[in-house]
């Protein structure tokens, strides 16, 4: 029973593990609008109905960008976009026009909406979806679900490392 026990708490642990390092890479990978991007990815929760009917609520999408070549009229993507609460947020559409700048970032527009190139996240073709995972994803990069999830239970084995270091001490010490 103790070996199964041991077994047990070492695939807790390392799942502990791997979930604390994916989540500190993503927040360490934030950009100005609070969205992971690694390399040419971007991670992102889906926080609102703005993407629905095509994507919902807390569903995690990894899009890829593409080269700012390679849009053309037609084709649908994601961008931030700026509101009147001087908030951005992030929204999808079809390109409706291509305005090819000789100096300086390309202009892309949506409809009414105007953005840049460095504000296009990627084209939706290139969009990974996972379901429903976006709410754990969102806790755990919260400022109290980081402190309560990674950073507390840090600080529990590395004192209770410490003190069965200490013990370990002083049981040798008095043989």
Do not use: C
Not at 79 to 93: E, P
Not at 130 to 138: A, Q, T, V
Request: hydrophobic share 45%; glycine share 6%.
């Amino acid at each position: 029973m103790k070996k199964i026990m041991n077994v047990v708490k070492g695939i807790l642990i390392a799942v502990w593990v791997v979930v604390a390092i994916i989540t500190t890479i993503l927040l360490i990978s934030y950009n100005k609008y609070s969205v992971s991007e690694i390399g040419n990815y971007s991670i992102f929760v889906v926080d609102s109905k703005k993407l629905e009917p095509d994507y919902s609520k807390n569903d995690i999408l990894i899009v890829k960008k593409a080269e700012e070549e390679d849009y053309k009229v037609g084709d649908y993507a994601f961008f931030y976009l700026d509101n009147a609460f001087d908030s951005v947020f992030i929204n999808h559409g079809q390109i409706t026009e291509i305005e090819r700048l000789d100096h300086g970032e390309d202009g892309f527009y949506f409809g009414n909406d105007s953005v840049s190139f460095s504000r296009l996240l990627g084209p939706t073709e290139s969009v990974k979806v996972y379901h429903g995972w976006g709410l754990i994803l969102s806790i755990l990069e919260s400022r109290w679900g980081f402190m309560f999830f990674i950073i507390f239970p840090t600080i529990f084995a590395v004192v209770y490392e410490v003190y069965s270091i200490i013990e370990e001490i002083k049981s040798g010490d008095e043989e």
